[in-house]
């Protein structure tokens, strides 16, 4: 009757700053002005914060108050500068979609390597309210690979929708940088009951062990609901 409550206490808290700073060193590999572009955009604004106080005589608090906001700025500068240098330090790995896929953090449930060609052709599966994503990666034959998975995973979920997505840049693929955004773009089909139970029959399917690219992953954008 009573719900035992939670000791926030004992909750592992999240690694917040050990990601910024495997972030920073990604992108300062990437982008070695990063460093200087930050402190420039910070003590840019400060200084125009500054003025306008000088301008209506509160320079003090004009620069109290516009310290804050040239930090918030800097910070997304960075943001933006370390998703670009988190996709392009995985790009033209093994597995780089996967990886991806596995970082959306909500509403997907993707196993890797769901089937693997010898010249390492890979689909992942990917289960959220929309249905079933099947993403390929891979070389041209990668078709031949997601039409062999789409039959069998047919098998194990009838009537659920199944999508199929290619990797890539070429026409008619989606790029490693537009995948989440991508995946975010499915209609809703499935209610949370049914999702679980798709989930839970493909679960014994299974895939493969397979090499994920490691390294933090751009945070922008990827709660997808």
Not at 60 to 71: M, Q, R
Not at 111 to 120: E, F, K, L, M
Request: charged share 25%; glycine share 10%.
């Amino acid at each position: 009757m009573f719900k035992r409550k939670k000791n926030k206490s004992n909750e592992p808290k999240a690694p917040r700053f050990k990601e910024i700073r495997d972030a920073y060193k990604i992108t300062k590999a990437a982008k070695p002005w990063i460093g200087a572009a930050m402190a420039g955009i910070f003590l840019a604004t400060w200084a125009v914060g500054i003025a306008i106080g000088f301008a209506i005589d509160h320079p003090v608090y004009l620069g109290f108050v516009s310290a804050p906001f040239a930090a918030l700025l800097a910070f997304f500068v960075f943001t933006r500068q370390a998703g670009s240098a988190a996709y392009a330090s995985i790009e033209g790995q093994i597995g780089a979609g996967a990886s991806v896929l596995m970082s959306i953090r909500k509403g997907w449930s993707t196993t890797p390597a769901v089937a693997v060609s010898r010249n390492q052709d890979m689909v992942h599966r990917s289960v959220g309210r929309a249905g079933i994503v099947l993403t390929g990666e891979g070389s041209s034959s990668v078709r031949q690979l997601l039409q062999d998975e789409k039959r069998k995973t047919e098998r194990y979920a009838p009537g659920v929708p199944i999508y199929e997505l290619i990797v890539g840049d070429q026409e008619g693929q989606v790029s490693l940088r537009k995948l989440q955004k991508r995946m975010k773009k499915f209609p809703k089909k499935l209610t949370a009951n049914q999702m679980r139970e798709v989930r839970a029959r493909l679960k014994a399917v299974g895939g493969m062990a397979m090499p994920i690219p490691k390294g933090p992953m751009p945070t922008r954008g990827m709660k997808i609901r």
